[in-house]
């Protein structure tokens, strides 16, 4: 039987997300507010201080994305399962996943009842005891209030208003006395998990005295935020019973919990999530490469170049000094699987102990940009990819947009040849003047790859001439010359652009829209503390401490 919704109106509160676009160096997302990204050119610092009214970004309603929707199921009903996987696809703002303004279609709306009935049916059947705080065996209707105020303050990610309570204590009811007590539970769960309230993250507050638009957020809004952020799933117990106390009125207190959530094992899946969409190496589990060319590449090894990226870069956050140097030049990774030990030519001990990291080469590997993971998916299915990679760095490091390719342009690379190298079949698209302005940014960075063939695999020579790996940065704070990724990553870490972009990309990440020029202060503030340490870990700290984390702004028309 259906109990709840057979079609969720969800569309009616949308607000709008304002996309950035621009040419190199107006940035994709909003600059250092400081420098604006071309080169060394600035403006008048920010005179941002704390008695200031909070000016932040308008935040958009933002469904449940397909990797939250699963954890907060796990976490709520005990049950390791996956449902989402046969969602709709999540859409994306930038390179991460958000589901800003997603209104929910009719197809999504049948996927959402089909996995609230399993899921209900299963935790009755299996977790009803773990989920029910009294004795189920009485059958009474007292206790399925209670269980009503429980899991709804779990489900919801705050208390229950009065009327959804009555609404849910007679959902309740009306499978008790039908049916058994069981049922009234049943129903229930099924119900709230069709509900706008669990679907969409909602982060509406009291609008303070003088302020049009800006909110302040109530402390289950921060608890929901701080959670989804760090752990992408909800709060846990000890983060909503800080917000019914008001323990997260202060940065300090904010500051507390994340350092908290952070220590948890939950968060090695967000910051393995980030960077997996940050750098595209989420899409590895579709990647195909030809046979032929790449007779080494197999499941095996791209599932172990899904995993290397984030468990590198959360053991460098968590477990490592945290810095961001020794993201982009690490001269060791973690190795899961013999054929990733054959690519990077390395024998991984039989004793290696598996939270520890493997030693690699230190004069072919340094950092996440030489991770056989990022440099495959950068590439094509037969060759290479210097623009992919140049057009990485640009957009991914340095936070800079480039132009779209004109209209009719062929996009289609030049065909390998084994008597040319990758750099000479490349170099028309700098003669060509249609090709030229994007191409003369891009291809110079992306040539400095060129000792990693298109599945990541080290090589000296090529088309039987040894491999130019020279290359050249333009428009950055680090310009000039280098030869090869090492020397190119030993340049990344000492930008303060590139850190700045970095710090940038977390916010979009941990609010799902792009900072905008209402954010500037809080992007200042962040890009400041992370500027003094380059510990990424006091970055995401310090990004709940922010007026964008703590306010809300809303426009026009939106309840």
Not at 398 to 423: E, I
Request: with cysteine.
């Amino acid at each position: 039987m259906q109990y709840a919704f057979n079609r969720i109106g969800l569309c009616s509160v949308l607000a709008t997300l304002v996309a950035c676009t621009g040419d190199i160096g107006a940035g994709g997302d909003p600059p250092n507010p400081n420098n604006m990204g071309t080169g060394g050119a600035t403006t008048q610092p920010l005179k941002c201080v704390a008695s200031q009214a909070p000016s932040v970004g308008v935040s958009p309603l933002r469904r449940l994305t397909r990797s939250q929707y699963n954890n907060t199921v796990r976490d709520l009903l005990g049950i390791n399962t996956t449902p989402a996987v046969d969602f709709a696809l999540d859409e994306k703002v930038g390179p991460f996943f958000s589901n800003a303004s997603a209104p929910i279609s009719d197809l999504l709306a049948e996927q959402f009842l089909k996995a609230a009935e399993t899921l209900a049916d299963t935790a009755v059947t299996s977790k009803l005891p773990t989920l029910v705080p009294c004795d189920a065996a009485t059958g009474d209707a007292a206790c399925g209030a209670k269980f009503v105020d429980t899991f709804g303050l779990r489900a919801f990610r705050r208390p229950l208003q009065p009327d959804e309570r009555a609404s849910m204590v007679a959902l309740f009811e009306s499978g008790r006395t039908t049916v058994g007590f069981a049922e009234g539970v049943q129903r229930v769960i099924q119900a709230m998990l069709q509900s706008p309230q669990f679907l969409y993250h909602y982060e509406l507050g009291q609008q303070p005295a003088g302020a049009k638009d800006v909110v302040n957020l109530d402390s289950y809004i921060l608890a929901e935020r701080m959670a989804y952020y760090l752990w992408d799933s909800m709060p846990d117990a000890e983060l909503l019973r800080a917000a019914g106390a008001g323990d997260l009125s202060t940065p300090a207190k904010l500051r507390s919990q994340a350092n908290r959530l952070l220590s948890d094992a939950r968060a090695a899946d967000t910051i393995a999530s980030f960077h997996r969409q940050w750098l595209g190496t989420d899409q590895i589990s579709s990647m195909e490469k030809d046979k032929a060319v790449y007779p080494t590449y197999t499941a095996e090894l791209r599932d172990a170049m899904a995993a290397e990226t984030g468990r590198f870069a959360d053991y460098v956050i968590r477990a490592g000094d945290g810095k961001l140097a020794t993201l982009l030049t690490a001269p060791f990774s973690f190795v899961s699987s013999g054929p990733l030990a054959a690519l990077y030519g390395v024998t991984v001990p039989a004793n290696q102990d598996p939270s520890k990291p493997v030693n690699l080469d230190p004069a072919k590997r340094a950092g996440i940009m030489t991770q056989p993971g990022v440099l495959a998916i950068m590439s094509h299915a037969d060759q290479s990819s210097p623009i992919r990679r140049g057009k990485l760095v640009r957009e991914q490091l340095f936070c800079q947009t480039l132009a779209p390719p004109p209209p009719g342009v062929d996009l289609t690379p030049p065909a390998p040849d084994p008597n040319a190298s990758t750099r000479q079949r490349f170099e028309k698209h700098r003669t060509d003047k249609i090709c030229a302005a994007c191409h003369t940014l891009i291809d110079p960075i992306g040539f400095g790859f060129e000792n990693y063939d298109g599945v990541g695999a080290f090589r000296a020579t090529e088309a039987g001439k040894p491999v130019d790996a020279s290359g050249t940065l333009t428009g950055t704070d680090v310009d000039g010359d280098f030869s090869g990724v090492l020397e190119l990553s030993q340049k990344l870490a000492k930008s303060q652009e590139v850190r700045d972009c970095v710090a940038q990309k977390w916010f979009n990440f941990g609010f799902g829209r792009t900072a905008g020029s209402d954010d500037a202060c809080s992007v200042q503030a962040v890009t400041d503390a992370f500027s003094k340490t380059n510990n990424i870990r006091d970055l995401l700290v310090e990004l709940v401490a922010t007026d964008a984390f703590r306010y809300g702004r809303f426009e026009k028309g939106a309840p």
